[in-house]
């Protein structure tokens, strides 16, 4: 499995689940803010990924999923990101606008933050810990 | 009315009840695959079963399935075995409930929890469940059990009728929701039918019940479930999404 595979079958997911049109689609292109996927189509695409690979994305548990990830550390303060939790997320996504990633950032904003790479390499991560 | 349920998959919650059973009954009459979901032991199944054989259906439509509502492992577990089975799921009928006649400073803890878990927490776990089905095919209907107490009436069954209530707002909202996805939400408010539940109303009240309503009689289950098979099927309805359908003679007029 590798990234252009994996983007190529998210594109056609994000065609299907919502008025993207394919040529929209590039890995920069935030899901929300850039291509306009809301919220409805959003739990289309995620449960159609998670279909199609056997993996649990997790990003209706963002926060309890990172916690696992981050071993007993916790990732955010009501709902407030820590210093950790922020180290994190850069380490995990440098493909975002890191400006964005900066103390103050609540949980609830991360969906805004990903871009359909980040997507990509979720699927993939997901991917290899189930194998 | 060709309503073209046939080889629909059509999940009925609460099958054993006294509507469940002929909502059930109704369906296998479409040739529909039935999933007759039940919690506990399959000998409540046992009148359901000699009805669909004195009715002389065919069981090969007939599928009962145990699951407990209240546990989100059980309705995945049971909600996986039917994508395995039949691939997808058409319709979910959300009819299992439970009413608490008292009046309202009576009502303890537990029974509070047991009439919010019966009719709103369960079915909002199984809607959520079954909808993500529902979103990948995009297609469904989702027909909601609720009652003419939502709306009006409701002295005595108070926090039955506030759950009702929210039964109908959940619907309106998801039907709002679900529409670009091509999922219809509907719902169904029985006014006083004929079954066991409605049986000790009935003693009591009955001829103030019959004087109550326009139509001077009590409906019964397959009114009922007539009112769900329409509403259910895109051939007759694929327009209506979101209404709370008396099926109440006009008592709740």
Do not use: W
């Not at chain 2, 609720?146 to 926090?159: A, E, I, L, P």
């Amino acid at each position: 499995m590798n990234m252009e595979e994996v983007f190529e079958k998210v594109s056609e997911v994000i065609v299907d689940a919502s008025d993207v049109e394919a040529d929209e689609i590039s890995l920069d292109k935030r899901l929300i803010d850039d291509l306009d996927i809301d919220s409805i189509d959003m739990m289309e695409l995620i449960y159609s990924i998670e279909k199609i690979y056997g993996v649990e994305l997790e990003i209706g548990d963002f926060e309890g999923a990172m916690n696992r990830e981050m071993n007993g550390v916790p990732f955010a303060k009501d709902n407030i990101i820590t210093d950790e939790g922020l180290q994190k997320l850069r380490e995990l996504m440098p493909e975002v606008d890191q400006t964005k990633i900066q103390p103050g950032l609540a949980v609830y904003n991360v969906p805004f933050l990903f871009t359909v790479e980040s997507l990509c390499k979720l699927i993939m991560r997901k991917s290899a810990a189930k194998n | 009315m060709n309503l073209a349920l046939s080889e629909k998959v059509v999940l009925i919650t609460g099958s054993n009840g006294g509507i469940g059973q002929d909502i059930c009954l109704s369906f296998l009459e479409e040739k529909s695959q039935v999933v007759a979901l039940y919690r506990g032991s399959s000998d409540k199944l046992k009148d359901l079963e000699s009805e669909i054989d004195q009715a002389g259906l065919s069981r090969e439509f007939y599928h009962p399935m145990s699951v407990d509502l209240s546990s989100g492992e059980s309705i995945n577990k049971c909600i996986e075995e039917i994508i395995q089975k039949f691939g997808r799921i058409d319709v979910l009928v959300n009819n299992a409930g439970t009413t608490m006649e008292k009046p309202f400073l009576s009502l303890k803890e537990d029974e509070l929890e047991l009439v919010y878990e019966a009719n709103m927490l369960s079915l909002t776990k199984l809607t959520q469940r079954v909808l993500k089905e529902m979103l990948i095919l995009k297609s469904g209907n989702i027909v909601n059990v609720s009652s003419v107490v939502s709306k009006r009436y409701g002295r005595g069954v108070s926090y039955y009728a506030s759950m009702k209530a929210g039964v109908n707002r959940l619907t309106q909202v998801l039907a709002t929701e679900m529409g670009k996805k091509n999922i219809r939400i509907n719902a169904v408010c029985p006014g006083v039918i004929e079954t066991k539940l409605s049986g000790a109303l009935q003693g009591r009240h009955h001829k103030l019940l019959v004087s109550e309503t326009p139509l001077k009689r009590f409906g019964k289950p397959t009114d009922v479930a007539n009112a769900i098979k329409f509403l259910a099927s895109d051939n007759v309805s694929s327009f209506i999404t979101g209404v709370t359908l008396d099926v109440d003679g006009g008592i709740g007029l």
